[in-house]
């Protein structure tokens, strides 16, 4: 039940793209297909982004995508808005039908 | 509309308990799993416990097992946790997590 690898912060400017990465190992990112992606903005709770790698819910923005490769997840915001100033946190099924998160990601909009 | 109410959170002493619950509308409770996870203050997000439909199956993270039992009545849609020998460490907000929808969270303090 080791917490996730995600980078501690990441920045960009408007408009351009950033992509934050999320490892694990084969017991969970690399063994499965339920990796998601949570935003976080300060005292609010936790708002789905991405399912299941690369699923957008309805009603999220398609600047927000996933990807999968191996033991590693990634996610990409396009075309960066202020208000996308958050952190950010990835979550893999793991064995025995339990979760794991990353450590999270701090994005700051330059 | 979904909606997951969390409740039962407060001060307590290191060594005390507390159960939290959660009131669930807006779909069929009894037709999914449900999920715990908490935050502690500046932290990042931590998965704490899970359990099916019927609650037949539950699911732990290792640093709470044997302290921490979730539980759920479906007849009133409700879901709880109950938190014994509380430690300084699981201070945190606790989040009642229907996947994709997360309450708003109920804080728990645990002192020394």
């Known amino acids: 039940q080791s917490a996730l690898t995600q980078p501690a912060s990441v920045s960009g400017s408007p408009g351009q793209s950033i992509t934050i990465s999320c490892t694990g190992t084969?017991?969970?990112?690399?063994?499965?297909?339920?990796v998601s992606w949570y935003q976080q903005h300060p005292g609010k709770a936790p708002k789905l982004i991405i399912s299941?790698?690369?699923n957008r819910p309805s009603g999220v923005s398609n600047r927000f995508s996933g990807s999968k490769s191996g033991n590693t997840a990634s996610l990409t915001i396009s075309g960066l808005q202020a208000e996308d100033e958050a952190d950010y946190y990835c979550?893999?099924?793991?064995?025995?039908?339990?979760?794991?998160f990353g450590g999270g990601t701090k994005l700051t909009v330059l | 509309e979904v909606q997951l109410v969390e409740s039962g959170g407060g001060l307590v002493q290191r060594g005390g308990s507390l159960r939290l619950s959660c009131a669930a509308s807006?779909?069929?409770?009894?037709?999914?799993?449900m999920t715990w996870v908490r935050q502690a203050p500046g932290k990042g997000l931590e998965w704490v416990a899970n359990?099916?439909?019927?609650?037949?199956?539950?699911y732990y993270v290792d640093s709470v097992k044997g302290r921490f039992t979730i539980s759920r009545d479906n007849a009133k849609n409700s879901l709880y946790l109950q938190l014994n020998s509380l430690r300084v460490e699981d201070t945190a907000v606790y989040y009642c997590?229907?996947?994709?929808?997360w309450g708003q969270g109920t804080l728990v303090t645990v002192s020394s």
């Open positions: 299941d790698v690369s």
């Open positions: 807006g779909f069929t409770f009894s037709s999914y799993w």
């Open positions: 997590v229907r996947d994709p929808d």
């Open positions: 359990l099916n439909e019927d609650g037949s199956e539950k």
């Open positions: 084969s017991g969970d990112v690399g063994g499965y297909s339920y």
């Open positions: 979550n893999s099924y793991s064995s025995s039908s339990s979760w794991v």
